[in-house]
């Protein structure tokens, strides 16, 4: 299906651009991209391994991401003030993000729908089923954390990526991509540069905006600690982290699934930061495992929306 976009979602009346795939009819899996990255940082080839295993996979543009809504207007925000405590330039917080995550929900006639959210995409997840659990069926947290600055750090030599000056043009921008990705990829499986590059340039072409990345970032850090309204989650939940993750330690997906009554936790060896084509078929079964238990524990009477 073609990529198509909601207007007024959510309590903030912006649009977001998304893609609905497979059987209208098949349980809804929003997938929810961590920062910077667009619909398409969800490969076609592991949303068809999705597809293929009877679930509806919507992926999104997150707000200031892609060709949903940019907050090209807001005060300019400051990550290195935020990363000393100080997060007065956000724009918004994760609760914001879930909020409009829910309302491409209502935007698409669901009622309820299974989230699945990687890196930032994980929190954003988490805080929607946090602050509302009556639309979210299931969650799944994948190379996420709790927001416990404790937890889920990022290594010296994975934070080094981000070094060096910004890019002045759509070569370097790929680049500093490429780059970025090979710092984070899995080292138990190869890296695809010249998919990553693809990759890159087409999200590069569909929409650039740093800003936006340094503005999902803030409000990141500006959204706190999860960890108490994780305990008290009873959504059916499934954490999966990457033994060798480089930019969210794998402390961070343990500390999800501890907090969480009753979470699963999958702890894949040799994955990074990044959701290798040789891991598609193995996160796909265990996403997919999930969503098809607790469709099986429905009561029958609710609708299918």
Known sequence: MAEEKAVNVGPAGIEMAYERLGDPAAP???????????????????CAELVARGVQP???????????????????????????GDTSSASYTLSDMAADTVGLMDALGLDSAHLVGASLGGAIAQTAAIEHPGRVRSLTSVMSSTGDPAVGRATPQALGAFAGPPPMNRQEAIAQVVRISRAFASPGHPFEEAEVADRAARSHDRAYDPRGVTRQAVASLASGDRTAGLRALGVPTLV??????????????RATAAAVPGA??????????DLPR????????????????????????????
Request: hydrophobic residues 45%.
């Open 58 to 84: 919507v992926r999104f543009d997150n707000r200031d991401c892609g060709l949903s809504s940019h907050f090209r207007h807001a005060p300019e925000p400051d990550l290195r003030a935020a990363l000393l």
């Open 28 to 46: 809804p899996v929003l997938l929810v991209m961590g920062i910077g990255a667009q619909l398409n940082g969800w490969p076609d080839g592991f």
């Open 240 to 253: 999966i982290h990457g033994a060798d993750d480089p930019m969210v330690d794998v402390s961070g997906g």
């Open 278 to 305: 040789a891991l598609w078929p193995e996160l796909a079964a265990l996403i997919t495992g999930l969503v098809h238990r607790v469709e099986a524990a429905r009561p029958s009477d609710l609708p299918a929306r």
């Open 264 to 273: 699963e936790l999958a702890v894949i060896p040799g994955m990074g930061h």
